[in-house]
């Protein structure tokens, strides 16, 4: 019982902040945001079987008014600036933000976890709370956005976003919201789409796509000549040496030599079988 986080002067603590047993129940010790609740104020005198008489509460002890902004900022990279973020973010009233550099794609994003956790606090304290973000992307696409807006909806927390696509506050419960955010995340497919659409297009007329190659013939021919000797791939590869490009003069990796004699047997794989 002597870890009660209840303020002294409390139902279930003397005035002097001793553990009062007879007043204590289980439950404040279980759930410690309950202790919140029972700063009320407390006749002077009591003691085990007298009547319980609560007095009026203190207006401090009323529900949190206000709404609380709170404000989060992400960059892919480490070279982007979040600069135009967070100065959207400061001009749009927010005075504490979150941000970090990290992909959308990471599993956990220590920022804006703390973001969630400050405004999932405030929120349970009574007042209202809304996570501004410049843009919907900076939390998240399709799926992942509408995962964190379930969370938030469960917690009653709004969004709020600046610019972009869904710019203005949406309520997580709405229908709407739900729906913007799955298109977002057609927007991503679409982008690779239209990406791999146009590397087939330059491939077709010729073009090389990515970086400079560097194997040729020569090469691969005396990849499979030490192949043939039964030597491992990073042994091959430390005999190789790139003949041209920014490489020249370096060896490959051993990745590289295995993908090409992987696709040399591939070749003549699929030529045997026309044969």
């Known amino acids: 019982m002597s870890s009660c986080a209840a303020p002294a002067g409390s139902p279930c603590r003397t005035g002097r902040g001793k553990v009062a047993a007879q007043y204590h ?14 700063s009320v104020q407390v006749p002077p005198l009591r003691r085990p079987g007298a009547a319980w008489a609560e007095l009026p509460r ?146 077709g007329r010729g073009k090389t796509i990515g970086g400079a190659a560097v194997t040729d013939e020569a090469m691969l021919a005396a990849a499979l000549h030490l192949r043939g000797q039964e030597m491992s791939l990073r042994d091959i590869a430390g005999r190789l040496v790139i003949a041209a490009g920014k490489k020249k003069g370096q060896h490959p990796s051993p990745a590289t030599v295995m993908r090409m004699l992987r696709e040399h047997d591939e070749k003549i794989a699929a030529a045997s079988v026309v044969a």
């Open 58 to 203: 203190r207006a401090a002890a009323a529900a949190t008014a206000g709404h609380v902004r709170i404000g989060y900022a992400r960059a892919s990279t480490a070279r982007q600036s979040l600069d135009t973020q967070t100065d959207s973010l400061k001009a749009s009233g927010v005075t504490r933000i979150f941000a970090e550099k990290i992909s959308t794609r990471a599993v956990t994003r220590p920022e804006l976890d703390k973001a969630v956790a400050l405004a999932r606090e405030i929120r349970a304290s009574g007042a209202a709370v809304t996570i501004v973000v410049h843009e919907h992307k900076r939390l998240g696409r399709g799926i992942e956005l509408a995962a964190l807006a379930e969370q938030l909806r469960a917690d009653g927390i709004g969004l709020e976003f600046l610019t972009g696509e869904l710019q203005g506050s949406h309520d997580p419960s709405g229908v709407v919201f739900t729906v913007l955010a799955a298109l977002s995340g057609m927007e991503r497919e679409y982008i690779r789409d239209r990406t791999l659409e146009g590397h087939e297009s330059a491939r």
């Open 25 to 38: 129940t289980a439950r404040f010790r279980l759930v410690p945001r309950l202790a919140k609740a029972l």
